[in-house]
C-alpha cells in the first residue's frame, strides 16, 4: 500500500514509467505490487478478461477486467475479505496497479453474478495467460516439463461454507486438484473441489485439460506427470500412454502388488548410495500386467526404526525406459510439490473463505 509520502508518477501511460521515490527510509508495505502490476499489463490480463469473461445482463457485468485485476491485486496484498480490498483505495496504491480500482460493494456485486461457467471463461483466460508467460521466454522452451499434481486439503471455518464438507483428512474444508511446475513451483492447473471429494474425482479430465493447456502454449518438447499413489488409475495410465505423455505414479500395496513385488529375487536388489546414514534403502524392478513397476524399500537403523523391524516398501509404475536409477531418483523429487502446495496455502490460498459463518440459532 503506497502512502501519501511516495512521489509516483500520476496515471502513466505505462507501468515500465513508474519511479516511486520515498522521503524517509522506512519500509512501505505493499510496494511491490508494482512487479504484479507489470507483469500483468504486459501480458494483458484486463483485456483477455474484458474479451473472454462474459456475464451476459447480469448485474456488475461491465467491464470485468478491472474487477477480476482488483481481487487479484488485493489477494497479492493480503486481502481476506471484500471488505479488506479497500486497502488498495489508500494513498497512491491505485496509480500502481495499471487499472482502476473497484470498490468493495462493486465487486461484491460481481461475485454475485459468477457461475462455475464463469469460472471455465477465467480457465481460458489463464490458460492463454500462461501462453502468453511462456512466449515472453518463462517457459521450458525446447527443454522436458516435469509437472508434478497432486491433491490437498484447504481448511474452512464456518458450517455453511458453499462446497466445504469433511473428507478423508477429518477436516472441514475444500479439496482441490493442483498441477505444478516442478523447476519454478508455478502453478499450470487447478480445480476446486467439495472437501468430500475422493482424490481421483475429476482426475482424467483434469489431466486432459492439463496437457492441452501446456502445449497450447508452447510444451513442445517431452513432457514428465508424477504423482502419488492416490492417482493411480488404469484409464488415465492408457490416456497418458496414446498422448506420448511419460509418468511415474505411485502404487497401492494392494495384495497383487506385493505378490508381484515378493517375488523379486534378493539378487535384483540394488543399494542406494545417496540415502542417509541413519538407515538403508535399495531399488529394484519388475512388471505389473503391462506397467514397468520401480520399487523402493527403506529400514532405518535408529532406535526409531523399531517401530518397522523390516523394510517397507514404496512402488511406483512408469513408462519411461530409462535407468532404474534416473528413473526413481527423479520420481522421489515429486516431493517437491509439497513446498508448493506450502506456498500456496501461504499465499494465494491463505485467502480462501474461511470466516466464520454465523451461529445457528437456538433449537434451528
Known sequence: MMNDEAAVVSAPA???????????????????LILAGTSAERLGLERLINRWVDLGRRRGAFRPGRKVMTLVNAIL?????????????????????????????????????????????LDRVLGEALARAWRAGAGPGSARLVIDVDSFVGEVHGRLKQGAAYGYTKVLGYHPLLASRAETGEVLHVRNRKGSANTQRGLIRFTQELIARVRRAGAGAEILLRADSGFWNAKLFAWLRCEGVAYSIGVKLHKHVREAIEAIGQDAWAPLADYPDTGEAQIAETTLGSERLIVRRVRTFEAQGELYPDWRYFAFATNRAEAIELVEAEHRDHAVVEIHISDLKDGALATSPRATSAPTPPGA
Open 77 to 121: 496484498a493480503g486481502a481476506d475479505s471484500i471488505e479488506d480490498c479497500d486497502l488498495l483505495r489508500s494513498g497512491s496504491t491505485g496509480k500502481v496497479l495499471g487499472h482502476r480500482v473497484m470498490a468493495p460493494s462493486t465487486l461484491g456485486t460481481f461475485l454475485r453474478a459468477f457461475t462455475f461457467g464463469h469460472v471455465r471463461q
Open 14 to 32: 505505462s507501468l515500465d514509467s513508474v519511479q516511486v521515490r520515498f522521503d524517509d527510509s522506512r519500509s512501505v508495505a505493499d510496494a511491490g
